[in-house]
């Protein structure tokens, strides 16, 4: 096709101007993006760079090492332990199904456990390790890194979980850990952000729940760089956080392992505390259970067995447990007695057997009588008129006084959990319990440790221990936090005449010493050894006048729940005293007969610090003794109640 | 004999045309394509695989295809323009058909050995039947409505199929394109103003349209539009792209993170960041100053492409060198406002950065036609 020039040139022209307008459109859109540009990455630049960096950067927190616990002497009774997990990460697994049932062909794997994996597999994101098993075996775990190839995306990690070496043993004292619950976090003023972290384990009873801030820790933190979709590419820095306090109790493990297995079959307490420091030697209940199992989460069977125990294994009866103290509460009513002025040393009152008052008859357990009695006598005879007679002059708000003075029914500072107070009761008290006024049948029973009073195993130890110094001797349970040593429990001079208190010890001497105390049977003959002790045995029900009549009937053919509390106190050596010790049976029955044979032996091996000569023992029972030694080191050895063997 | 043939003895002949090549754009798209090997190079985590090493590869076999393409006379490619278009045409009906569906749209052929987007080819094909029925249309009849209708088909045929695809971002850039060459050649102001009123009345329709059973555009557009208008309301759906990219873009400041630093490309926090995104990891990593110089690049290139058109007495070649550096411009200015949040995410790439062989491939080809105008332009 032809065109003239002309028309060409005038065609340049016209696309020269148009070109032009085009042009100037186009440098227009150039700028407004520069200007853009610009504005966004030179005014807004901080804006947007804090945004990527929201975006990238994540905070972790790092969980500390929980706090040891030690003994006395450094024997670990709270240990983290390295706890091996197989996880399983869903976007290297391929076929999850069946990587996890050739897992579960290779090692043994709980039943629902596989499936409680795939559930949290499907909520999570497919990067996320996800665990399969915990607590497994070094050989499985061998087993999986061996057959790793077969295994994609399954892994073995290491972290740490609680241990208590010792199992069962120092449960009621240590206590246990266990995942933070929703109720837990409940009760928190200000959570720890360590809380936040999945199975993160918090203090749940004993010295881990009461000591959980010193044995947590502080967090440490990392700053790590995450991708889009959250997984973790890398660390930027890490802040070390703090270890959890160590912390020693005043506990002395061997004495108390050897206890918990001298109370083996029985429902007990027995406390065991040191007089220069009042140092708890030893704090058993049994029966007992295995802390181990609540760190690993407990079965429901595990749970409802220990739960409807009628022994209450999880109860820690030597500071929850109130039982009335029977005639160990004798010493209380004779001190308040002598310190009143009313009633002295070497004054008696007349035991027919019986005493008549407010027109009820009140019984001494011996049905003929003692006699004339004064108070040496009475106390190591349990002579319960010369009681009655005596509270009856001197009324029952100076025994509360004296019982409250000498621990009973007032709280001590003891790290373990539902401690109970006990009850010291007066005619106050009562007034605010029942709005009824004290009558003086109550009196009577208070002044042989029935009716209102109740002590624990503990207050009665405290109990013998400020009788033996003369000192208000303070339990105390933790030795020293972070190598802190605390302070000591030795206590100021009660102010008690030291005349009145001797005397009371020599009767006590007498109740374990003398051929008619009624500890006679489980005295100790090693020269300087020697305990004085009390005797008590509690009644859990009414003797009605016609069960009397017919005669009473023995414990033996009482269903359990109804049987007598065994009761028994005493500190030792008498010449320089080292120990008071405690030790109530439930439903045990007599007390001299079933509690003093215990509280013999476990004041035998804390003096002797291991096994006692047999030569400790009077002549006619060390067969059967050395028999039962040996019965009780095999079950020691063995380890019947779950706990590590050394 | 036209008048272009009647000059031709003053067009320099063999390799001799190489020295009268258009180097300044020559160097600049070398220039620009650097640009996008580094930045494969660094959404790949500092690695030439995937992305950089084919990309490189495809680059020499463009830069090749525009060399022959620059050495063949200007007026070959005019009396091939009807061709051409008819080529694309038919490949478009052919995707219609035959085409593999990919992210939700259907968009190429495969041919075995690549493949084809004929909606590439489209835009240059269009371009150069444009610039060849200016050619041919006395200037007198530019603007008698039947003469303006013709064109309008031009357009409207491929922009339909596009659509159908559905490949927004190619529907404008064709409209747009084809309207810029009608306009260069001088079709009168009233049928823009027109268009422009009855575009403006088309926006409405669509909007309104929504949700109602003649709803014209998908809902994925609708949304777009949306996030567009406002990418908070939804950060974490079809908003997120569009904020991470602003985040990516924003952060970079005055000179980047440096090189591979960008932390919101290495996290995977930005889409796409291989093709559509590729400007936000560009922007992050070397900051305003790497911005603004690729823009700078862009807008020389089209400079180059502007003077040598304006030189060209040859009305073919000065409209197809204006097409080509209008259909560029549309790429890069559609791309940046897109990923800075001026326009709507429509799936325009970056021109010789982002990944992709039919883009840079008809691309490059559109710039042998300009280097071919230039070197075969009467002297």
């Known amino acids: 096709m032809k065109r003239p020039p002309k028309e060409t040139a005038e065609s340049a022209r016209r696309i020269g101007r148009r070109a032009l307008f085009v042009g100037t459109a186009q440098i227009a859109l150039v700028g407004v993006l520069g200007w853009r540009m610009r504005s966004m990455q030179i005014e807004q630049a901080d804006a947007y760079r804090m945004l990527a960096e929201e975006n990238r950067i994540n905070m972790r927190l790092i969980p500390p090492a929980r706090g040891l616990v030690f003994d006395r002497n450094g024997v670990p009774l709270a240990v983290n332990e390295q706890n091996y997990r197989i996880v399983i990460v869903r976007e290297d697994a391929g076929d999850v199904d069946d990587t996890l049932e050739r897992l579960a062909r290779l090692i043994q794997l709980p039943p629902d456990a596989v499936q409680r994996a795939k559930e949290e597999m499907a909520r999570r994101s497919a990067f996320v390790p996800v665990t399969v098993a915990e607590r497994v075996a070094w050989a499985d775990v061998a087993k999986v890194t061996v057959n790793a190839p077969a295994l994609p995306g399954i892994t073995a990690e290491v972290g740490l979980s609680r241990h208590y070496p010792r199992g069962s043993d120092t449960a009621h004292v240590v206590g246990y850990v266990g995942p933070v619950s929703d109720y837990d976090l409940s009760l928190m003023e200000n959570p720890d952000p360590l809380m936040q972290i999945p199975r993160f384990q918090i203090g749940k009873t004993g010295v881990e729940a009461k000591f959980e801030e010193e044995l947590r820790g502080s967090a440490g933190t990392k700053r790590i760089e995450v991708n889009a979709t959250g997984r973790v590419m890398r660390e930027l820095d890490r802040e070390e956080g703090q270890s959890g306090a160590n912390i020693q109790l005043s506990v002395d493990a061997e004495l108390q392992s050897y206890t918990e297995a001298r109370l083996e079959g029985e429902s007990a307490s027995v406390i065991v505390i040191d007089l220069d420091t009042g140092d708890l030697r030893t704090v058993a209940s049994a029966p007992t259970f295995d802390p181990n199992l609540f760190v690993r989460g407990i079965s429901v069977a595990d749970w409802t067995g220990l739960n409807e125990n009628k022994y209450r294994p999880l109860s820690a009866k030597t500071v929850q447990g109130a039982y009335p103290p029977g005639s160990t509460f004798k010493m209380v009513v004779a001190l308040a007695a002598l310190e009143s002025g009313l009633v002295g040393p070497e004054d008696t009152e007349y035991c027919p057997g019986y005493t008549e008052v407010g027109g009820s008859r009140f019984h001494c357990w011996r049905r003929g009588g003692h006699g004339n009695v004064n108070m040496h006598r009475s106390m190591q005879e349990s002579c319960d008129v010369y009681y009655y007679e005596v509270s009856q002059k001197i009324g029952i708000d100076r025994i509360a006084e004296m019982a409250r003075k000498l621990g009973i029914g007032v709280d001590h500072d003891v790290p373990m959990s539902a401690v109970s107070q006990g009850v010291a009761p007066d005619t106050q008290w009562k007034r605010d319990r029942y709005g009824e006024s004290w009558r003086i049948g109550d009196t009577v029973n208070a002044s042989i440790g029935q009716g209102y009073v109740l002590a624990t195993p503990l207050q009665l130890a405290i109990m013998t221990a400020r009788i033996a110094t003369g000192r208000a001797v303070q339990p105390r349970l933790i030795k020293s936090i972070d190598g802190v040593e605390t302070p000591s429990g030795a206590g100021e001079p009660m102010g008690l005449n030291e005349n009145y208190l001797r005397r009371v010890r020599a009767a006590m001497y007498d109740v374990s010493n003398a051929q008619r105390g009624t500890g006679f049977g489980a005295r100790i003959v090693a020269e300087g050894m020697q305990m004085a002790g009390k005797s008590g045995t509690s009644q859990v029900r009414r003797i009605t006048a016609e069960e009397r009549a017919r005669g009473v009937t023995s414990n033996a053919d009482l269903p359990w729940e109804r049987r007598d509390h065994a009761l028994w106190v005493n500190f030792a050596p008498y010449d320089n005293p080292r120990f008071a010790v405690s030790v109530v049976v439930e439903h045990g029955g007599g007390g001299s007969s079933v509690a003093a044979p215990i509280a013999r032996d476990v004041t035998l091996q804390a003096l002797y610090g291991g096994p006692p000569p047999l030569e400790a023992y009077p002549s006619n029972i060390r067969d059967q003794i050395a028999e039962d030694q040996k019965r009780i080191m095999n079950h020691l050895a063995r380890g019947a109640t779950p706990r590590d063997r050394a | ?379």
């Open chain 2, 1 to 379: 004999m036209s008048y272009l043939e009647s000059n031709a003895k003053y067009v320099p002949t063999g390799l001799r045309k190489l020295l009268y090549l258009n180097w300044p754009v020559i160097l600049l798209l070398i220039s620009v394509a650097c640009f996008g090997f580094l930045m494969l190079y660094s959404v790949a985590g500092g690695s030439p695989t995937p992305w950089m090493a084919p990309q490189m590869k495809r680059f020499g076999v463009g830069m090749a295809a525009m060399l022959i393409v620059a050495m063949v006379p200007i007026w070959f490619w005019r009396n091939m323009a009807a061709l051409v278009y008819a080529v694309a045409l038919a490949l478009l009906v052919g995707v219609e058909m035959f085409g593999e569906v990919g992210m939700g749209a259907q968009r190429w052929i495969d041919l075995g050995f690549m493949r084809l987007q004929p909606s590439e080819l489209m835009k240059i094909g269009l371009v150069m039947l444009l610039a060849a029925y200016y050619d041919w249309l006395p200037l007198k009849k530019t603007s008698h409505p039947f003469w303006v209708l013709l064109p309008l088909v031009f357009i409207g045929l491929p922009t339909m199929l596009v659509l159908t695809q559905p490949d927004l971002g190619t529907a404008l850039l064709l409209v747009f394109g084809g309207a810029t060459v009608m306009f260069m050649a001088g079709v009168h102001w009233a049928y823009f103003v027109t268009v422009v009123m009855a575009g403006a009345g088309t926006v409405y329709a669509v909007l309104e349209s929504r949700g109602t059973p003649w709803q014209l555009l998908k809902d994925y557009q609708y949304r777009r539009i949306d996030t567009f208008l406002d990418p908070s309301n939804d950060p974490l759906g079809s908003g997120y792209h569009i904020t991470q990219a602003k985040i990516a873009l924003g952060s970079g400041g005055w000179t980047g993170r440096g090189f591979m630093q960008g932390t919101q490309s290495r996290l995977n926090f930005l889409p796409e960041k291989h093709t559509d995104f590729i400007f936000t990891t560009l922007a992050e990593e070397f900051g305003f100053v790497g911005a603004s110089t690729l823009l700078a690049l862009y807008a020389l290139i089209i400079f180059f492409c502007v003077v040598s058109a304006l030189n060209n007495r040859d009305r073919f070649a000065s409209l197809v060198t204006l097409g080509v550096a209008m259909t560029f411009f549309l790429f890069f200015s559609v791309n940046m406002s897109m990923v800075m949040g001026l326009a709507p995410v429509v799936g325009v790439p970056l021109p010789m950065v982002s990944y992709g062989g039919s883009a840079m491939l008809v691309l490059l080809v559109g710039f042998g036609l300009v280097q071919s105008a230039h070197v075969h332009r009467p002297r």
